[in-house]
């Protein structure tokens, strides 16, 4: 595996015949992140990988400066899965001026659910794929589910700007107890993360009720909340929206997900499934 710091190295790897695919990261990479990396090799003839943690996602107070940063493991386990090439910049190699241009998405998408909760999250992730877009120039890019107000907003950035860019999905990867693999999981402690599944198993219920006929979807997000408030849990919201884009849906509608963002302690989890 080639290891880049600079655009120019990158430019200079890439395949100009045969697909090539690109999955960013922050690094910290677990099973999920290696799952996307073998979905990707399915999709493409080079695979570039990123580890770049993006200053402009995070707002003041936030983990930017604690992110976890595993780099030597992170190398050692993208070569393994058969990565050919990974772009690991400093940020003065990204962001060698401020970046004044920046992407904005409408509110109406990054406004709400995590966006409400992480006022500029969206436009800081938006920017840098762009970037990386530009830098790498990939057939084919893939982002996790567990994520999925993130990919709607890249995939309808990706249609809106008439990028010539795949965007595939890849699916959430669960610990065997259903809990959603995520870098943030290394913040629980032992007695978080035994009560850390809590958040799948009530997501569960709502999808379940809904199968079932539920359409009281007012009813159903409150007794997840109040049900995840039960044990602990500090419930930024339970919310049922269509998946498509993520807007409320009326009581007749189909093509629905529950998504969902709860605090154990310190830690903020995020999860998701589709109805």
């Given at each position: ?11 200079a ?19 999920g ?14 695979v ?10 995070f707002?003041?107070?936030?983990d930017f400066?604690k992110?976890p ?54 436009r ?5 794929v ?17 994520d ?7 995939r ?8 010539p860019?795949?965007i595939i ?18 913040y ?11 958040l ?22 409150q ?6 408030q039960?044990s602990?849990?500090i ?7 269509k ?5 409320l ?22 999860d998701?499934?589709?109805?």
């Amino acid at each position: 595996m080639r290891i880049h710091e600079t655009i120019a190295s990158l430019r200079a790897a890439r395949r100009r015949d045969g697909r090539v695919a690109l999955v960013p990261t922050m690094g910290n990479l677990h099973d999920g992140h290696i799952a996307l990396m073998t979905q990707a090799r399915d999709n493409a003839d080079q695979v570039i990988a990123t580890i770049f943690v993006n200053r402009l996602q995070f707002r003041p107070g936030e983990d930017f400066e604690k992110y976890p940063r595993t780099f030597v493991a992170d190398c050692e386990r993208l070569a393994a899965a058969g990565v050919d090439d990974l772009f690991a910049p400093q940020e003065a190699e990204m962001y060698p001026q401020p970046q004044t241009y920046q992407v904005e998405p409408p509110p109406e998408q990054a406004g709400i659910l995590d966006g409400e909760f992480r006022p500029g999250h969206f436009r800081g992730v938006a920017t840098v794929v762009m970037k990386l877009f530009q830098i790498a120039q990939p057939d084919v890019a893939l982002f996790g589910k567990k994520d999925y107000q993130q990919l709607m907003v890249i995939r309808n950035m990706v249609r809106e700007f008439n990028l010539p860019i795949d965007i595939i999905g890849g699916e959430t990867v669960r610990a065997a107890d259903g809990l959603a693999l995520s870098s943030r999981n290394g913040y629980l402690s032992a007695a978080e993360r035994a009560e850390a599944p809590h958040l799948f198993r009530v997501l569960t219920k709502v999808v379940e009720a809904v199968r079932a006929g539920g359409r009281n979807l007012t009813l159903l997000e409150q007794g997840a909340i109040s049900e995840l408030q039960a044990s602990g849990w500090i419930t930024d919201y339970v919310a049922l929206r269509k998946k498509l884009d993520l807007q409320l849906p009326s009581a007749h509608d189909s093509g629905l997900v529950v998504l969902a963002a709860a605090r154990l302690g310190s830690t903020r989890l995020i999860d998701n499934l589709e109805v």
